[in-house]
């Protein structure tokens, strides 16, 4: 048996000899498995692929049953892709293309207000990174190729993924990552319009998108792209870099807890 796989193995285990958990957020919608069609809570596998390659153990958090208090056993936060936010949520009305899902907004929305209190490494991967940008009270352009013509190479066909070059600014975590210049997949047709409070662009396409956020002043690790880094697993240097801080939340002492926990100790 593979070393790690028993529950003597895992009990004997230090906080210092583990993995860092990752919590990674899923779908909800239709689903089908062998003979079998329902719903079901989904994370497409590059997602999961990225995260045990760059040394993380993953942890699925559906939108069902939401429990802030499940980052108490996690040590990282992935807030993956999907449908759109609810423009409601950023007082507007919805654009004919805007497809939102509530039921994640809300779940989304609470795990990272909750691992941001926590100081917990936050990677806000596309959908993430807008549904980070209006829980900070940002908004969102909800269709892009109404400002931008040719605003298509960034969602193809349906299922095709685009490319996107962009220029990083310096001084950033992004920078740290990927250095002055990079590019990536990408499948979107919303993106960042104001940003939320204490959000600062770190790399733009050249057409002017924003394509990585930060949160230079939070005492962790955050970081949201508008791109899809996961779905070029020969570049994980994003994915290292998130479970690298991950290992370090994992072992700080001070892990904090939020007011709001606290008080149901």
Do not use: K
């Amino acid at each position: 048996m593979a070393e790690g796989t028993t529950c003597e193995t895992a009990e004997s285990r230090g906080t210092h000899d583990r993995r860092p958990r990752i919590g990674l957020t899923t779908y909800w919608q239709h689903g089908e498995w062998g003979v079998w069609s329902d719903i079901a809570a989904i994370v497409p596998g590059n997602y999961v692929r990225a995260v045990v390659a760059a040394g993380g153990t993953p942890v699925l958090l559906p939108p069902v049953g939401t429990d802030v208090t499940v980052l108490e056993v996690l040590d990282g936060l992935i807030v993956i892709g999907g449908v759109d936010v609810d423009p409601s949520r950023y007082g507007q009305d919805p654009h004919p293309r805007t497809a939102p899902q509530p039921e994640r907004d809300e779940h989304d929305t609470a795990l990272i207000r909750c691992a941001l209190e926590r100081a917990m490494p936050l990677f806000a991967i596309c959908r993430g990174a807008q549904v980070l940008n209006v829980a900070l009270g940002g908004t969102l352009h909800q269709h892009v190729p109404d400002l931008i013509p040719d605003a298509g190479r960034y969602q193809p066909s349906p299922g095709v993924f685009g490319e996107v070059e962009f220029s990083v600014a310096p001084d950033t975590l992004t920078a740290d990552l990927l250095g002055p210049r990079a590019s990536a997949p990408c499948y979107h047709h919303q993106s960042l319009d104001r940003l939320g409070r204490g959000l600062r662009a770190a790399s733009h396409a050249e057409d002017g998108t924003v394509e990585t956020v930060e949160l230079p002043e939070a005492p962790g690790w955050v970081l949201g792209t508008q791109f899809h880094p996961e779905e070029n697993l020969e570049d994980l240097r994003l994915f290292r870099g998130f479970v690298a801080a991950a290992g370090d939340h994992m072992t700080t002492p001070d892990r904090r807890v939020p007011a709001a926990e606290e008080s149901h100790r």
